[in-house]
């Protein structure tokens, strides 16, 4: 069984920063993949950014030049740098993990963005 807990969302004024983390615990597994994706009110789940094992990237349209994933693999935990907030950033943030064993996709239980003056 793998966990992934996420943290770092809040409140936080238009053009301001904050930083998610979200790390993966339990017994022996291989990621293949590590993403973040947001739904906000009323929208469907959208997807932010990854980054693959290998560290290739994507995001976005919406993000880039805004949003910066990074990972630390010795700690199993993915990262979204996110500069240059806007209202429309505000959603439920949630961590990916595209396992390659098990093999699966894990969810975190989502962290909140707010972005309000």
Known sequence: QVQLVES????????????LSCQASGRSFRIYAMGWYRQAPGKQRELVATI???????????????FTISRDSAKNTVYLQMNSLKPEDTAVYYC?????TPV??????????TVSS
């Open 52 to 66: 693959t094992r290998g560290g290739s990237t994507n995001y976005a349209d919406s993000v880039k030049g805004r």
């Open 96 to 100: 990916n993990f595209k396992l390659v």
């Open 104 to 113: 699966g996709d894990y969810w975190g239980k989502g962290t909140l963005v």
């Open 8 to 19: 770092g969302g809040g409140l936080v004024q238009p053009g301001g920063s904050l930083r």
